[in-house]
């Protein structure tokens, strides 16, 4: 079992930028999960955002995010992060934390989840 813990979000002017936090704890072991962020906007269907592999030598983006997010891991503070620059109004959402075996696009194949942060942009 692992429990997901985002921290970060908040209000943020259009342009801005702000860095989302996910802490891991429980009897998972950390380092042996791929992790990921989705998001999901009122209204709409969760969406995925960034992944990242085990070690960190491989990410993949969504196109709405690429060059403006960067998703990063520390396996020895079991945290993960998520780097937002040059925000939009378009990334309002609620973000969210997630585990899995495999470095996926689809919310299907991830296991653990967290509860989410509030991502909001004023334009």
Do not use: H
Not at 21 to 30: D, H, L
């Amino acid at each position: 079992q692992m429990q997901l813990l985002e921290s970060g979000g908040g209000l943020v002017q259009a342009g801005g930028s702000l860095r989302l936090s996910c802490t891991a704890s429980g009897r998972a072991v950390f380092s042996n999960y791929r992790m990921g962020w989705f998001r999901q906007a009122p209204g709409k269907e969760r969406e995925f955002v960034a992944a990242i592999n085990w070690g960190g030598s491989r990410t993949i983006y969504a196109d709405s995010v690429k060059g403006r997010f960067t998703i990063s891991r520390d396996n020895a503070k079991n945290t993960l992060s998520l780097q937002m620059n040059s925000l939009e109004y378009e990334d309002t959402a609620v973000y969210y934390c997630a585990g899995g075996p495999r470095t996926s696009d689809q919310s299907d194949d991830w296991t653990y989840w967290g509860q989410g942060t509030q991502v909001t942009v004023s334009s």
